[in-house]
Nanobody, 120 residues
Framework: QVQLVESGGGLMQPGGSLRLSCAAS????????MGWYRQAPGKERELVAM???????NYADSVKGRFTISGDNAKNTVYLQMISLKPEDTAVYYC??????????????WGQGTQVTVSA
């Protein structure tokens, strides 16, 4: 019954910017953390950025200083502002959330992924 809905992916030139959004909806009691992972072809899925309900954040070294994660607890929504995009940022970006659903225990949830392509 919990669903993560992503938006904001697309094609961008190197040096450009994109903003990803992800909203968790459904029978949610609480959200402990939300974040973003990405997976490039032939590579493992990797953490990009994470934010807790208390607004603690962490980033992959490869994006630190270029990407900013933020959240809106009232909307159960997380954002990823990406600037100075590089071709190596090209990947499918997946929204992640750790959620306590109604009638259940904390569990991990994933969005379907949104393609980010950085190319000249």
């Amino acid at each position: 019954q919990v669903q993560l809905v992503e938006s904001g992916g697309g094609l961008m030139q190197p040096g450009g910017s994109l903003r990803l959004s992800c909203a968790a909806s459904g029978s949610i009691v609480s959200v402990a953390a939300m974040g973003w992972y990405r997976q490039a072809p032939g590579k493992e899925r990797e953490l990009v950025a994470m934010i807790t309900r208390a607004a603690d954040t962490n980033y992959a070294d490869s994006v630190k200083g270029r990407f900013t994660i933020s959240g809106d607890n009232a909307k159960n929504t997380v954002y990823l502002q990406m600037i100075s995009l590089k071709p190596e940022d090209t990947a499918v970006y997946y929204c992640y959330a750790r959620i306590m659903p109604l009638g259940g225990y904390n569990d991990d949830y994933w969005g379907q992924g949104t393609q980010v392509t950085v190319s000249a």
